[in-house]
């Protein structure tokens, strides 16, 4: 029962390189999110996702982009990596809109960039 | 602005110490509250849902609490697998029948034996 796959783990990247973040699920889920966790804050909303095709902003979505090709599979890209964006990504998803429905969280990348 | 403050920031307990944990919010028109717990390295794990004040909620030595404005993680003779950081999260709404959810910065919890 896998939940939340994030890849890679760890990452390590040079300011202005560019990469993608993977997210899978295999809960049939249609909400999924990506977030952004640092030191001493509160994990912030990147992006997220209510079905395949359909996206929208969260909280902090500038530096990044989304799509949702498949029910499955949310990546997150990085375009111009700058150390600001030096975090851990979570990814998360959960059945239904329902406010009452728990979101389940993958185990992160930590992605340092210098 | 809705906010989610969970207090005390960090907190050393010694194995069998009763303490509790606490998260305030001031997001209108709460729609639920959930308690996560997060080991290091890893993401958070849901613990609890609580749906409306009154409301409490157990699992082994935790027990969650809700009132109108704020909740309480009570951990009754933790042990040192207790040691993480909780956190705490309200939904909000954020339009078209959705919900985001806010979070507090945490509490991290050390249970020395």
Redesign the interface.
């Known amino acids: 029962n896998a939940g ?1 796959t994030q890849t890679p783990k760890f990452r390590i990247l040079k300011i202005g390189q560019s990469m993608t973040l993977q997210c899978a699920q295999d809960m049939n889920h249609n ?1 999924m999110y990506w977030y952004r966790q640092d030191p ?6 990147i992006y ?1 996702s ?1 079905g395949a095709g359909i996206t929208d902003k ?2 902090v979505p500038n530096g990044y982009n989304v799509s949702r090709s498949t029910t499955e599979d949310f990546p997150l890209r990085l375009e111009l990596a700058a150390p600001s964006q030096t975090s851990v990504y ?1 990814c ?1 998803s959960t059945r239904t ?1 329902d ?2 429905q ?7 990348t930590r992605l340092s960039i210098l | 602005e809705d906010q ?1 403050t969970q207090s005390p920031e960090a907190l050393r307990l010694q194995e069998g110490e009763s303490s509790s944990l606490n998260c305030s919010y001031t997001v209108s028109g709460l ?2 509250l ?1 308690w ?1 717990r997060q080991d290091p ?6 613990l609890f ?1 609580l ?1 409306s004040a009154g409301e409490e909620k157990e699992k082994e030595r935790l027990k969650a609490t809700l009132t109108k404005k704020e909740s309480f993680l009570h951990i009754t003779a933790p042990k040192p697998e207790d040691s993480a950081t909780y ?1 705490c ?1 309200a ?1 909000r ?1 954020s339009g ?11 509490t991290k919890l050390s249970v020395i034996p």
Do not use: C, I, N, W
Not at chain 1, 40 to 45: A, I
Not at chain 2, 41 to 46: H, L, T
Not at chain 2, 97 to 103: D, E, M, P, V
């Open positions: 939340v909400y001493g804050m509160g994990l912030k909303l997220y209510v969260g909280e979570f998360a809109r406010s009452y728990p979101q389940h969280f993958g185990d992160g | 989610v729609r639920g959930f996560y390295g890893k993401g958070p794990e849901f849902t749906y956190l999260a939904p709404y078209a029948g959705s919900y985001q959810l806010t979070f507090g910065k945490g």
